[in-house]
């Protein structure tokens, strides 16, 4: 019979994947302790709120933090098993930064005990968990730390990537199945150990580089067939051909399912995850680099297509509409909407451009030095522009009446209005 976790349980990053796992666990009766180096998230938490958008979170964290199952604190506890949830950016050479992971690894060394977990979430390039081993024991040369092949290890290492997606976390976090990957098999059942208390699908153990390996795999797969539509969206417009309609007809194929183009793609794992691979075996990756390369293009394709229909104006208004990555959530961390917006604010100074997007109260961080953008509600924008582009398929932007693009240049990258 499997083994369940008992004891108190630490999670390092309160971001999108933290919370919501530190909730998934409270609610099943166990102590948690969110960390975060953010004072501001610490002290949201901490009243029950929480400081993004995402549907049935706000519910389930007022009332873990009202049962007393879920704290927040900028301090790392004692604890019986710890969760790094900390972001994998990547550096300028696209590589992976692990900064954030080596930081919390060495910060909880400290407090670590012989039987204590140690699970990294945090999307990484193979290898990642065994380094997490190694800072670790390189701090705690009291501790035995686990070695494949080895038993008797007082600290267990393992891999759990995240498998969710914004808009769907608090049902996928229980939902979908999850791959745990430890240093050593007994390392991956104790992980496995805490995901057994919430996850409804399968466990599967692995090994940690392989469950590190599969993450960027999903990614990169998904990656790769998006730029495939991306790459199919230009040259069908090169032809005067409607792409929608092609990948309509292809679509009815038995053992054809194309994805729909778009203007990139954004967020923090898709535009990331493939890089890690492409660094890890930069000779042997050359489709997914390539795929990489188109996605990361689409958005300046896009406002080149803006800027030459601004053209035929002496004086354009335009209406450019979503600024986050997807749809319906306020997250815009590696948006192309955000990129393509800032493309044709330079490329058109002299030209007012309205911004509109219902989950987003002021511009980015990246559009805030354009004096040519103004942010305005979706109906005030549409009416004022000459030309209209939709980056975001928003539910209220879709629920449009087509009578007000009436008479005006409509760029609807989503294919949201056809």
């Keep these: ?211 590190e390996m599969a993450k960027l795999v999903e990614n990169a797969y998904r990656d790769v067939n998006i730029a495939f539509a991306n790459e199919l969206s230009l040259i069908s417009e090169s032809l005067h051909i409607d792409v929608w309609e092609v990948i309509r007809l292809a679509n009815r194929h038995p053992r054809v399912s194309i994805l729909n183009p778009g203007p990139g793609v954004g967020g923090h794992c898709i535009p990331v995850d493939p890089w890690f691979i492409v660094s890890a075996a930069p000779q042997l990756s050359r489709l997914i680099r390539t795929a990489r390369e188109v996605n990361d293009r689409r958005p300046h394709d896009v406002a080149e297509r803006v800027v030459a229909k601004a053209q035929r104006f002496r004086a354009p208004t335009i209406a450019c509409l979503g600024l986050t990555f997807k749809a319906n959530v306020d997250d815009v961390r590696e948006s192309p909407a955000v990129e393509v917006v800032g493309l044709i604010a330079k490329a058109l100074p002299e030209v007012e451009i309205f911004v509109s997007d219902p989950y987003v109260s002021t511009l980015p961080g990246p559009l805030s030095g354009y004096s040519n953008l103004r942010l305005e509600g979706a109906y005030q924008a549409v009416e004022r522009a000459d030309i209209v582009v939709l980056l975001v398929e928003h539910e209220p932007f879709k629920a449009m009446r087509h009578t007000r693009l009436g008479g005006k240049v409509v760029y609807d990258t989503r294919g949201a209005w056809r």
């Design 1 to 211: 019979m499997s083994e369940a976790f008992r004891g108190r349980l630490a999670i390092l990053g309160m971001g999108y994947i933290g919370l919501p796992t530190a909730v998934a666990i409270a609610t099943r009766g166990v102590d948690v302790i969110g960390v975060d180096i953010n004072p501001a998230t610490v002290a949201a938490v901490s009243r029950g709120e929480v400081p993004f958008v995402e549907p049935d979170l706000a519910i389930a964290v007022s009332g873990a933090v009202a049962m007393g199952r879920l704290t927040a604190t900028s301090e790392i506890p004692e604890a019986d098993a710890f969760i790094i949830a900390v972001p994998t950016p990547f550096n300028e050479d696209r590589t992976a930064d692990l900064s954030y992971v080596e930081a919390a690894a060495k910060q909880i060394a400290p407090r670590l005990r012989p039987g204590n977990i140690v699970v990294l979430e945090s999307t990484s390039p193979p290898g990642t968990t065994e380094k997490v081993g190694g800072w670790i024991g390189d701090l705690r040369p009291d501790l035995r730390m686990p070695r494949d092949g080895e038993t008797g290890a007082d600290i267990f290492v393992a891999h759990c990537p995240e498998r969710v997606l914004p808009g769907r976390i608090m049902i996928e976090i229980v939902t979908n199945d999850r791959v745990v990957g430890g240093l050593t098999p007994r390392c991956a059942e104790k992980a496995a150990s805490i995901y057994r208390l919430f996850a409804q699908g399968e466990i599967l153990l692995t090994d940690a580089a392989s469950a």
